[in-house]
Structure formats: C-alpha cells, structure tokens
C-alpha cells in the first residue's frame, strides 16, 4: 500500500494475472494483449474500462469484467470488437502503433476462433464411435438368437480397474497431469478399460487419438493442439514411444507436456503388450540409449492388465451375464478365465486359421511373417500375393483358380461373429492418402502375437523375401534388410538396403552405411568401398568419420584433418562433427571444444563429447548442463557419469542430487544402495528410510533391498525385518523376497526358500529364479532345476537358459537342448548356443542344423560360427562361400552374386 496526503493508506489495484493457454494461436493473443497490458503501466480495470467509456468510436464496449477475461482469462473473448478495443487503448497507453495492434488482434483473434482443440469431446463418443475410433476389440455375437444387443459387452471391473481410476481420480482432483500404461497381451482388456476409466469424466473433457498419417508423426505434429482436459488415447502405444525415427521425440513431447502446469490437467492412457514394454523398459548395454526418454515417461506408471480372470473376477463376471448373453457364452466356453480373449474371438481367430482352406491359409502366414521381419502395420494387397506361393505346396497351387486371391482374402475379412476376421482391408480415413492405390490389410492383433510366438524360428520361403524386397513399404525396408543379414541372406539384405536407399529417389545415407557394414563384413573389399564412399557422399556422420580414421591410419593426422576441413568448406555437417571427435581422440581438446560447439550452432549438439571434453579440461560446472544435454537427447549413462565422477571428488550433495535422478530415470538397480548411503549421511537414516519407502511403494523392488541393507549394516536387524514386514502384508511380494534375501546371508536356507515361494505365490515373477540361483550356488543342482521350471512357467526370461547351462555342464545334451529351445522364442542366440554346445562335444555335423535354425530365428551370430566350424571339419571353400555370400532362404549356401547398383546420393559436403 502507499498513503494519500492525508496519511491514509491507499490500496494499489492488484495486478492481473497472465493467462496461460495451450500454445497456438489463442496463447498468441493472450500474449499479445498481457504485453500491452504490461508496456501500459498495468493500468487498473477501472481505468481501462473508463478509457473505453471515453471513446465512441471503438466498436466494442466491454465492461470492466469483460477486460478483466480479455487480459487473464485462458478462454478465447466471446466478441472480437471487445478484444480489439482493450487492445486499442492499452496501446495508447503505451504508445504503441493502435492500428498495427488492431489488426494484429483481429487476425488472431479469428485464427484463434478456427483453431480447434486436438480431439473431441468425450460426450460425442458412442459405442459404435468406440470401436472405430480407439480400436477398442468388438465383442462376438453370442450363437442364439435373441434381443438386440449393444456393440460392447457388459463391463467387468477386475482388480486393476481399480489402479486406473485412482489415476483418474488423482488427475481430477489435484488438477494435475499424469499418465498410465496399460501392460497386458491382446485381447486382455487393456482398451476397453482405459475407456471404461475416462468415459464419465466431467463435461469439458475431450479424447485425442493421434493416428494419421502415421501415430508418431500424428503426435508429433499436432500435440500443440492439446487443450487442458484431454485425454491422449495411445493405444498400442509402442507405435509412438518405439518408432525408431520418432521415438525419442514423442517421449520427450509428452514429458514437456505433463509437466507444464499450464497445459494441464491431461490424462495420457497408453496400452501396450509385454514384449513391447520389455523392450520400451529395458536398458541399452550398447552406445545412446534410444528409449531413456521413454523410460522416464512412463517409469512407475505401468498397471499389469492379467491375461485371465480371478475367481473373485469370475464371480463379478456372472453376476453381469444375465443381461448379456455373450458374457454369458464366454463363462461357459472360456478356457482357463480367458474371458475377453473369447469375447474379442479370440479362440475363433485361431480356429478361423486352422481351418483356413489353403490360399487364406497362406496369406495369413505371409501375414505373419512380414509383421515379425518388420514390416508396418498396413500389408500392401502385392505384397500378399506375391508372397501365397511360398506357403503352398506345388500341388495346392496348381489347384488354385484365376480368383484364388479374392477367394482368399474375403475368408479372411469375413467377420468372426461380430469382430472382425484374420485379415481385413484397411479403410483408408478422410483425407488421408495411402503410399499407393493398392488396397492394404491388417492382420488381427492377436494372430500377429501367435505367430511372433509359434513362428519366431520358422523359415521364410523365398517368395516371401523377394515379394518383401519388391513390394514393401519403402520405410520398412530398412528393418526388413537387417532381418534379413540376422538370418544370413546377405544377398536378400543387399536388395533391401538398396530398395530402401532408392526408395524415395534421393538415397538414405543409413541405408548406404548399413549395406557398406554386410559387404566389409563379408570380405567384399571392393564393393565395400564403393558402398562406402556413397554414404559418405551423403554425408552420414558414422561414414564420414570412418572416412576420415581411414585416412588417419593412411596417411597421418593431419592429412585427415585436412580432408574433413575441406568438406566442411564444402556443405557437410557430418565432417564439422568428425572433426571435432578426431581433435578430441588425439587430445587436443581445445580445438575439439571449437569444433563441438561449432557443430553444436548447427543442429543437435553431441552433448556428451562437449560435456566430456569441457571436465578433462578441469571446467566441470560448464560440462555439467552439457550433461543435462546429452540424457535430454537420449544419453541415460550421462547421469550415473556424473554422479561417480561428482562422488568420486568427495562433492556429496551434488554427487546425490545426480544419482537421484539417476535412479528415477534407470530404476534403483545400479545406484540406489549408494545413493542410500549419501542420503543417510546428509539428511539421517529416518530421511532415507521414508525416501526407500516412497520408492518402493511406487514398485521399484530394489528400494525393498537397499532400506534392508541400511539397517542391516547398522545392526538393526529385528528393524529391517519389521520394515519389510509392513510393506509384505500390505500386498508387496518384493518384500518376502528381500526377507528370503536376509535369511540367506544368514545361512538359514530353508527359511529363505519358504519366502521365496511365498514372494511368487503372492505374483513376485522372480522369486522361484533367486530361489533357484541360491539352490545353484549351494551345489543343489537337481533341486536347482525343480525351482527354474518353476520359475519359467511363472514367466521369468532367463530360466530356461540357466536350467540348460545346468544341464550342459552335467553333460545331460539332450535335456539341455529343449531348455535351449523353451528359451529361444525371447532371444535366438540360444539355438546358436545349443548349437555351440554340440559343437562342444563333437556332434559337429548336429551343430550345423542347428546353427541353421538360430539363424532362421534371427541370430546374427550363427554365419559366423557357420563358417567356423566348416573351417574346422576342413570344409574352407563353403565357410569361404558362405562368409562372402551368405545363405539363400532355402538354407542352401549361396552362389556368387553381385551387388545390386543403387542410384548414386545427391547432395552431401564432397
């Protein structure tokens, strides 16, 4: 307050608050009139309403509310007259250009009034909408006959239900965004719950599918458009957070956009099966790390949809069924709970298959094996054609007729009693064009999983690869290629790389390199190089570096330097890059830092070269936001470097800030014991304790182990047991476990075994494996191996692999083999080392079938260890063959080829 003359205090006019839209046009004006509003002097509403009083020929009159909505209000004004009149004599205050302004609030205002919000409202959505739009699975038509029903089937609410709407409610409520995902295999539910969660929010709240014309892109593209209340519908969401041009971006757009306050509240709902979210939550031991903005986006935000119905869920289900006869028919014929896997047909799919006259047959198994290569969602009609022939016999195709394709394909879209069949054309959406005039189909979602699991080691035929090579999609190509050299088929690999390089008429500089990897790593020195030099000719920053280290290697350093300075003169931002790494691996950093920063001015910096170069030049408050740079760009390592580095100096505080972080974006696995520790001796145990807990009621089970160790190591036993106990019998199977880990150290092995199965019983997937590591370790093979079957069935990845080394170690080959097999669907490396393991006690000719079928599986490895063996049973023209030539899809090794010219880059720095 300030006083008058007379002494008495006289109350300042409260200055307007800043209206904070989405960004867009709207946000534009907002900004524009708050600007105004601020260069004006911040004039009361008493004061600008009297402006306008004053002047009659301003077309608006707004009164003094109305400025007040004009200037802090997030909405657009109801009348454009208004908005431009308090425009007008703001400007005038702050001697502005009033026409200039008017016209500028006028366009705005307009564009703002065109621009609408991503989705639409949720109110418009009926179940019909349901289907079409957010792919929710349609329900069968149940066998009898009877009343209409509605297209979706009564709602079972089951145990993570209620996970969802506690989200839900917590969005609500607090105002805040958030997101979920939703983990589950097909047909599970995981659609329609997300859609039973959000379909009562409040009026004003909207759903955004982003779809067209590709999900990541869609997203990406439009995500300015999300209002606050809108639900972002990522259904499937591996096709945006795992697209590998896209995915980085799409993860780092929507962690921006949960946390702006002012964009909020929105709810982002995502599904996704679990060999997706394995791959999406899984580290990189290798190099950048692709999905660690991922990670971070959904880290602690998985809800686990079960693949079957509980008995308490069964119980609910039956009292839903008698006003809905088709839940009524899937209690009676479900096997083992699968209820929404029937209702979503899914037993009829499979059956539809089976029983599939020869063509559909084959074309759903063209189907599958394009979707598990690598090839996108839409299947060209072409494709399907010309790869049939592969799946039939000689005389199931000498029967076909001239119609055998429409034949086929209308059994396969044919409707499996309301949903729809194996495989079905896709309708094109308004607006959107496809790559070509050719029809496309999608295979059902749950046949696509039964033949990545029924057919991962089955080999392709011939017509298949050559169809793919001539009628992919040309942004698949490039997948399809590396397919393709994992299993061998160099020349196959070849043609693809250069279908995908020549696919848009310009050449990909990543599909140059990659073909120049399979010829140097073939032998073919020759055709290497004129590979080679076309992707550096594009001016891809892998190629060019390797450029220029040849040169370096050849003729010294300078000479190489000299090389790269000349093709930055030239255009190329891939040399600008070289250069610096070069001047960085001779140490001369300085110059580096030049380069780095120079080639940073210039687009996406290497955010960890500078921060590395800027610490070994002892300026390491300048290298830490470099740091920061390089996990924003997908770095996850940066962080845990920065915090060793920072612990190793003794700087402690700064060291924990940087693990906890550490741990929030790559779970408590590495860093948590440790960053435990620091919290402890700065801020007490109490602090860390309540730290652990949060963690660990969030999920994350390696807090469960570390609250543990701290007590422990403190002789605080009876107190680690009670912290343990807590969180067990508020329903944390972690918990037991980490008990059973406790009873171990103490040698009490029978009473650590009966919490291990009490932490599985209670849904902990990995306690009969560290049941069986400790039953292992204790010389207890046999008893080992009764907990990794126990263990496996339970769904742990690497049980079958630790029960065959068991196994192969006691010589017992055969058994070994079939845990090498029950292992292979999750990595192909294992048929490769069964393989080895019968190369080991010299079943050698064994070992070659087998180094056969991991490569048809997938393992990279298996033409090398091929070739090897040939070597050793003195076979060295067919390893030399096969190294330089690789397999044909027939497992023959193939005869000489050449490489397929492609059409030369344009452009690049030489």
């Known amino acids: 307050m300030s006083r008058d003359k007379g002494g008495r205090p006289v109350r300042r006019p409260r200055t307007l608050e800043r209206a904070l839209p989405a960004p867009g046009p709207l946000r534009d004006l907002k900004d524009l009139l708050y600007e105004l509003y601020a260069a004006a002097g911040a004039p009361s509403l008493d004061e600008m309403a009297a402006d306008v009083a004053e002047d009659d020929e301003l077309s608006g009159a707004p009164s003094r509310d109305t400025i ?27 001697r502005w250009d009033e026409d200039d302004v008017a016209a500028r609030v006028r366009a705005l205002w307009v564009e703002a009034l065109m621009r609408v919000p991503a989705g639409r409202p949720i109110g418009e959505y009926d179940d019909r909408l349901v289907l079409d739009d957010l792919e929710v699975h349609p329900a069968l038509s149940p066998a009898a006959a009877g009343t209409e029903l509605g297209a979706l089937p009564a709602y079972v609410a089951r145990g993570f239900d209620a996970e969802l709407a506690e989200v839900v409610a917590a969005v609500l409520a607090g105002g805040r965004s958030d997101i979920a995902v939703l983990v589950g295999g097909s047909s599970t539910g995981k659609t329609r719950a997300c859609w039973e969660a959000v379909r009562r929010l409040p009026d004003g709240w909207r759903l955004w599918h982003p779809v067209e014309p590709d999900r990541a892109s869609a997203l990406i593209g439009q995500l300015d458009r999300v209002a606050p209340q809108t639900v972002v519908w990522l259904n499937e969401a591996q096709h ?154 000689d005389i199931e195709w000498d029967l076909l007729d001239d119609n055998w394709l429409e034949r086929a394909l209308d059994y396969t879209a044919m409707p499996l009693r309301g949903t729809r069949g194996p495989l079905t054309r896709i309708r094109p959406r308004a607006g959107h064009r496809s790559e070509s005039d050719q029809p496309a189909y999608r295979l059902a979602d749950y046949l696509e999983q039964h033949g990545r699991q029924r057919r991962h080691g089955d080999r392709v035929p011939a017509a298949a690869w050559d169809a793919l090579v001539r009628h992919a999609s040309p942004g698949d190509r490039s997948r399809l290629a590396t397919a393709a050299r994992n299993r061998g088929l160099l020349r196959i690999a070849m043609r693809l790389y250069a279908a995908a390089a020549d696919g848009d008429g310009t050449g990909r500089r990543e599909e140059w390199r990659l073909a120049s990897g399979l010829l140097k790593d073939a032998g073919r020195t020759e055709e290497w190089r004129t590979w080679h030099r076309r992707a550096v000719a594009a001016d891809d920053a892998e190629a060019v570096h390797a450029e220029a280290r040849i040169l370096r290697e050849a003729r010294g350093v300078n000479a190489a330097l000299a090389w790269l300075r000349a093709a930055v003169d030239a255009g190329s931002i891939a040399a600008m890059r070289a250069t610096a790494r070069m001047l960085k691996e001779e140490g001369r950093l300085e110059e580096a830092l030049v380069w780095f920063l120079r080639d940073a001015e210039a687009g996406a910096p290497l955010a960890l070269h500078i921060a590395q170069t800027l610490e070994k030049l002892g300026r390491m408050n300048e290298a830490l936001p470099w740091y920061q740079k390089a996990f924003e760009q997908g770095d996850s390592g940066a962080l845990q470097w920065v915090a060793r580095r920072l612990d190793a100096a003794g700087q402690r505080e700064e060291a924990l800030g940087w693990y906890l972080r550490a741990v929030d974006v790559l779970g408590g696995f590495l860093f948590i014991d440790r960053a435990a520790e620091l919290m402890e001796k700065s801020h007490g145990t109490e602090a860390a304790l309540a730290w652990l807990g949060e963690r660990a009621d969030a999920g994350d089970t390696s807090a469960l182990g570390a609250a543990a160790s701290l007590l422990t190591k ?175 899809p027939d497992g023959t090794i193939a005869e000489p080829w050449e490489v397929a010219e492609g059409r030369e880059p344009d452009g690049g720095g030489r």
Not at 316 to 343: F, K, M, V, W
């Open 68 to 94: 007040g909505r004009c200037i802090s209000s997030p909405t657009l004004p109801p009348g454009q007259a208004d908005a431009v009149a308090v425009a007008v004599v703001l400007a005038r205050r702050a």
């Open 240 to 393: 945006y957070l795992l697209d590998p041009e896209h995915g980085a971006q799409v993860a780092s757009r929507l962690r921006a956009l949960l946390n702006a306050p002012d964009r909020g509240p929105v709810l982002i709902l995502g599904t996704i099966w679990p060999e997706h979210w394995a791959a999406l939550t899984s580290e990189s031991s290798r190099g950048p790390d692709p999905h660690a903005q991922a990670r971070q986006l959904v880290k602690n935000r998985s809800i686990a949809v079960p693949s079957v119905f509980t008995s308490e869920d069964l119980t609910a289900a039956r009292s839903s069924a008698a006003g809905d006869r088709r839940l009524a028919e899937a209690l009676q014929h479900a096997e083992q709970g699968q209820i929404t896997q029937y209702l979503a047909g899914a037993p009829a799919l499979i059956e539809r298959y089976r029983a599939a006259p020869p063509a559909a047959r084959a074309v759903i198994e063209a189907a599958m094996d394009a979707r598990r290569l690598g090839h996108g969602l839409a299947l060209p009609r072409p494709l399907l054609e010309a790869s049939t022939e592969g799946y039939l016999t």
């Open 714 to 888: 403190a002789g605080r036993d009876e107190a680690a047991f009670a912290w343990l106990r807590e969180r067990a019998e508020a329903g944390n199977a972690g918990a037991l476990r980490e008990v059973a880990v406790i009873l171990k150290r103490a040698g009490q092995q029978a009473q650590a075994l009966t919490y291990y199965d009490l932490a599985a019983r209670a849904g902990d997937e990995l306690a009969h494996m560290w049941g069986a590591e400790m039953l292992k370790l204790a010389g207890q093979e046999a008893e080992a191996l009764a907990w990794y079957e126990r263990a496996a069935d339970a769904g742990a990845t690497y049980a079958p692999l630790h029960a065959a080394k068991i196994l192969q170690k006691a010589g017992r080959v055969e058994e070994a083999l079939t845990w090498y097999v029950r292992a292979a669907p999750k990595d192909p490396v294992e048929l490769g080392n069964a393989a080895s393991m019968l190369r080991d006690v010299g079943r050698r000719a064994q070992a070659l079938v087998w180094y056969r079928r991991a490569a048809d599986a997938g393992d990279r490895n298996a033409l090398r260890s091929t070739a090897e063996l040939l070597e050793e049973m003195g076979r060295a023209e067919e390893a030399a063959r096969l190294t330089r030539y690789g397999w044909e």
